[in-house]
């Protein structure tokens, strides 16, 4: 048994791994199934060895080219940074998906954060025929699934709102209002200011003001204000606390079990109450 037990230690639920990576699970199970991401099934479970997720994060962070110092730290990167007056589109003219990905890029290409739009337009559209990137609540993070540093000149997030909506294949079937395209150039940036927006735009109400703002401005000081409390709620502490995991399942099916044993032990019936009336009656015959 305990050679068993060594090796499941080091394999990670969707919860847990979600939890390691700062993203919310939805994000990672799209990962997931999109290969993304280093995996293996359990019991029909997906489940994740701890060594190949270390190691998939290491080798997917930058090139042999690059120095390790030099990729910013993806969770302490300002948005702002990322997110100019220039990245805001307050009123996208595209009316279907394949339009607002070619508008979206555009406005990075013309700003000259985008070197290569072709071929970031195909990754882009390649990534979405695994599987849509709108969430429900009328959200979508798109972006490629390979990282070419050498065909963006610097890691932007092009925010776009179209007014009517259009149809990006969300899972509630509803339109999409809000998309953010994400071209970070390392790895090292994607999952961290992926799972920083997704946490921003959680709340239904901050999606309902985006999309009711007038200016490009406004749309940027929200963006910046609801990231800088994720930010803040993402401190040291419970940055710490989110690698911890939770109870083991193995440990919890134990102790259900121990209280289920002792509920039925505890509603066993009495002895049978036959002998103490025939007592009674020949108690009361004397």
Same mark, same amino acid.
């Given at each position: 048994m305990a050679k068993k037990s060594a090796p499941e230690a =080091?394999?990670?639920?969707?919860?847990?791994?979600?939890?390691?990576?700062?993203? #919310?699970?939805?994000? @990672?199970?799209?990962? @997931?199934? !999109?290969?993304?991401?280093p995996s293996l099934q359990v019991d029909? =479970?997906?489940?994740f060895k701890r060594a190949s997720i270390d190691a998939w994060i290491e080798e997917q962070? @930058?090139? #042999? #080219?690059? *120095?390790?110092?030099?990729?910013? %730290?993806g969770m302490k990167l300002p948005l702002e940074d990322l997110v100019p007056d220039q990245a805001i589109i307050p009123g996208l003219r595209s009316k279907n998906p394949m339009a607002v990905v070619e508008e979206l890029a555009a406005r990075a290409y013309t700003n000259g954060w985008l070197l290569d739009k072709p071929w970031f337009v195909g990754a882009v559209v390649e990534r979405e025929s695994l599987s849509s990137t709108a969430m429900e609540g009328g959200v979508?993070?798109?972006?490629?699934?390979?990282? %070419?540093? $050498?065909?963006? $000149?610097r890691p932007f997030v092009i925010v776009g709102r179209s007014w009517e909506g259009? *149809?990006?294949?969300?899972? %509630? $079937? *509803?339109?999409?209002?809000?998309?953010f395209l994400l071209g970070l150039k390392y790895d090292r940036l994607h999952l961290p200011i992926l799972g920083r927006l997704a946490r921003a735009l959680r709340n239904p109400a901050t999606i309902a003001k985006l999309r009711s703002l007038s200016s490009p401005d406004q749309v940027r000081a929200l963006l910046l204000k609801e990231d800088a409390n994720v930010r803040l709620n993402l401190g040291p502490q =419970?940055?710490?606390? !989110?690698?911890?995991?939770?109870? #083991?399942?193995?440990?919890?099916?134990?102790?259900?079990r121990r209280l289920q044993t002792q509920r039925v032990a505890d509603s066993l019936p009495e002895p049978p109450p036959k002998p103490r009336k025939r007592a009674a009656k020949k108690a009361a015959k004397k």
């Open positions: =080091q394999l990670l639920t969707m919860p847990e791994l979600a939890a390691y990576l700062h993203l #919310d699970e939805a994000t @990672v199970s799209k990962l @997931v199934t !999109a290969g993304k991401i029909r =479970q997906w489940r962070l @930058v090139g #042999d #080219d690059e *120095n390790f110092a030099d990729v910013p %730290d979508a993070f798109l972006h490629t699934r390979a990282k %070419d540093k $050498g065909k963006i $000149g259009i *149809n990006f294949g969300a899972p %509630d $079937g *509803n339109p999409t209002y809000l998309f =419970q940055e710490h606390s !989110a690698f911890k995991p939770k109870l #083991d399942r193995t440990l919890r099916l134990r102790a259900i």
